[in-house]
Structures are given as C-alpha cells and as structure tokens.
C-alpha cells in the first residue's frame, strides 16, 4: 500500500543556511494494508521527519514515496486532498492540536468544511457520532466540550477518529501514546488492534522498543536518519544482529526478564549499555527525561547568567556557541556517514552491514 524508495531529507541548516543536515538517509520500506510497522529509533533519529514527508507536510529532498502505486512526493492541489482523505496523521502532544479557545469538536468541524462541505446537517452528525464510537468515546461525553474539560486520553482519540472521519486507509501514528498514563495508554493501543483487523495500516513512531514490540508485526530500526536493521517484529526482537539493536535491548531490561533474577554478569551488562551513549539516550527517553538539545534547559538553570552555564574549567560558555559548535558537529558527522548496505538475514530480516572495527 505504501512504500518507501530510498527516502532521503537534507535540512538546511547554519545561519544563512548553507549547511545540509542529512536527517533522513536512504531510507526504504513498505507498510501493507492491515499492517502495524514500528519505526523504532532515539531522539533526533529522523522518525517525525520520515512521517511528516509521509504526510507531505515537508518536501522529500530524494527518493520516492508511493500510495496504492502512485508517486506521491509532489502531488499538490486536488491530488494532495484527495491523498489526505486515506492518509492521515496523529501527533504525539494532543493538547497541541487543539485551540484552548475553541470547543474540541471544532477540530472535526473543520474537515467539514473542506471534505463534507454538501453533506446534510442529519448526515455530518451521524458520521461524526460512529467515528467517536468507533474509537471508544460515547459522543455525549466529548461534544461541546472545551480541552481543559477533556482527558489527553480522550483529546488522542478525537483526533484519530478525525482521521476515521476520512476512511484513510494508513494512519501515521508519531508517537500518539507517550504522553498518556499508563491505562490509556492501553486503551488506545488496543484501538490500533482493532482498526488494523478492519484492514488498516498503519505506521507507529516510537521510541519505546516495548510498545514497538507490542503493537507491530514488523519493525524498522532508525538511528541518525539510516536503517540499521528491519523486519518482522519477532525476528528483530528474539534474533537481534546489528549492535544497536542489541544495545537498545540491553536497554530495556523489563522487556526480557524482571531485574531480579538476572545474574550479576547480566546485570553488568544491561549497566554498561546504560553507559553507552545510545543507551544512556535511550534510557533517558524511556524514563520521559530526554536530552536538551539546544542546552537551553541547561542555561535555564544557572541563576546568575541565564545565557551561559560554567563550563568544566569554571568559565562561562555561551551556551548558543556551544549548542552550534555541536550543531555542526552532528551535521559533519551524519554528512560523512556512509548509508550502510542492508543484507538479508532470513525472510523477512534485514540488518546493515557494520563497518569493520
Ligand atoms: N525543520 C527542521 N530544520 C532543521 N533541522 C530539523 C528540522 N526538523 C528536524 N530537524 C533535525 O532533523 C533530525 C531528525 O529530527 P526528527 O524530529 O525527525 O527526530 P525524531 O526521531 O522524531 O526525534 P524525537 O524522538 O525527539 O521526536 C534532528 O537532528 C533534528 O534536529
Ligand atoms: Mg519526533
């Protein structure tokens, strides 16, 4: 149904724009209908940006994207709505999507207008009834309400029932549970289940390897823009060939065994993977921390000097120099990166080729 080729996205970056940071490289996969596929990588791997250039809401620097067949990398006017009514997305802060101002509904209201413009009042009210019925909503609960009077949990599942609204046929899901507690979260991802037995697809951005794990019959392994590894779910999981995946595994200690009966050599190792960068990255995601990637949360917090922070030799640093300097440290390094080739492991995996140490 949708597929990938070769997908790549360059940033411009730098004051005048004059550096390109490769965010997305060379990245290629197919999503069948009725299929849940992970895109599984840490914070800054190019997961938001592969499903923005899915939902064209940015350009595809290189590659091509294809729906049902079609070349869709620069539809535009009637073309893109008409994409818009079987692919839609969902976005990981829901209060985001909505105007505090405005009543929740408002966000289907506005599909009204561009999509069901000639469609009766009696005919408009019965759609929007079974769409919040079919994820879960009694719509008496949830019309006319305002978003402070509403749950994450309820404001998720208005906006994928917007997307019901529209018959799509894949849902970009980027990150849609992170942000709620822990009993919604499974509410929702059961309403994943059930849309994907009605045959939709579906592609689910996450950082969290156990829900990737959970939802998905196949799982795609992003880091720094480039596919390290692919495939089924339970071949990326039980048989595991590129380190990083490894190390991401290592990471999530729950996801094998309970800590307590781990032997201390076990231990030692699931330790020493939090220390890794990846890792330690990885965990601080899981655990809702995240990095600071501008260091601005790091200058918040020196009182004296709220544009600097001391550096480890006890003088001020700029924090903007020092965010760029790694700014363009990361763009060299993903620039020179080279896209490694993916070989066949058995049907159905695929892992990148490691550089030899
Ligand atoms: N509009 C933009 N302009 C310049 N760089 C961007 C832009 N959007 C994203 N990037 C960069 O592209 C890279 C990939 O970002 P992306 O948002 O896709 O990551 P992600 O995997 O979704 O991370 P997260 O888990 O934090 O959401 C990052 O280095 C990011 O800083
Ligand atoms: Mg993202």
Same mark, same amino acid.
């Given at each position: ?7 790549? +996205? ?20 197919? =999503? ?14 190019? +997961? ?11 350009? =595809? ?12 990398? &620069? ?43 000639? /469609?009766?009042?009696? *005919? ?28 994450? &949990? ?5 906006? =994928? ?39 939709? &697809? ?5 950082? *969290? ?8 019959? +196949?799982?795609? =392994? ?9 495939g089924a779910?339970?071949k990326i999981?039980?048989? @595991? ?11 999530? @200690?729950? /996801? ?6 781990? &032997? ?41 000097? @709220? ?30 990166? @080279?896209?490694?080739? /993916?070989?066949?492991v058995e049907?159905d995996h695929w ?7």
């Amino acid at each position: 149904m949708l597929k990938l080729d070769r997908v790549s +996205k360059y940033f411009k970056t730098g004051t005048f724009g004059g550096d390109l940071l490769p965010a997305v490289k060379q990245v290629s996969f197919e =999503i069948g209908s009725g299929e849940v596929v992970s895109l599984i990588g840490e914070s800054g791997s190019g +997961k938001s940006t592969l499903g923005k250039m899915i939902l064209r809401l940015i350009d =595809i620097s290189s590659g091509s994207i294809y729906f049902e067949g079609r070349d869709i990398s &620069g539809i535009k006017g009637r073309a893109l709505r008409d994409y818009y009514r079987k692919v839609q997305g969902v976005f990981q802060d829901p209060f985001s999507s909505y105007n505090p101002i405005f009543r929740a509904d408002r966000v289907l209201e506005m599909l009204r207008k561009n999509y069901f413009a000639d /469609l009766s009042d009696a *005919d408009w009210n019965r759609k929007v009834y079974s769409s919040l019925e079919a994820v879960g909503l009694n719509p008496a609960d949830v019309l006319n309400k305002f978003t402070h009077q509403l749950s994450g &949990g309820q404001l998720q599942r208005i906006l =994928i029932a917007r997307a019901l609204l529209m018959d799509i046929r894949l849902l970009v899901a980027d990150e849609i549970i992170s942000m709620l507690d822990a009993s919604t979260r499974v509410d929702v991802l059961n309403l994943l289940a059930q849309l994907k037995a009605k045959g939709l &697809g579906v592609l689910f951005i996450t950082h *969290d390897l156990s829900l990737g794990n959970y939802i998905s019959e +196949k799982a795609v =392994i992003l880091r720094r823009g480039v596919v390290l590894e692919m495939g089924a779910t339970e071949k990326i999981f039980g048989n @595991p060939q590129h380190s990083y995946t490894r190390s991401l595994l290592a990471a999530v @200690p729950q /996801l094998h065994k309970k800590w307590e009966v781990m &032997g201390d050599e076990e231990k030692a190792e699931v330790a020493s993977a939090h220390r890794s960068p990846e890792g330690a990255a990885a965990l601080a995601r899981g655990n809702g921390g995240g990095q600071s990637r501008t260091g601005v949360a790091e200058a918040r917090q020196s009182p004296h000097l @709220p544009w600097a922070r001391r550096s480890r030799h006890g003088d001020h640093v700029l924090v903007e120099e020092e965010a760029e300097r790694k700014a363009k440290r990361d763009t060299y390094l993903r620039t020179h990166e @080279p896209v490694p080739e /993916l070989v066949m492991v058995e049907e159905d995996h695929w892992v990148a080729l490691e550089a030899a140490a």
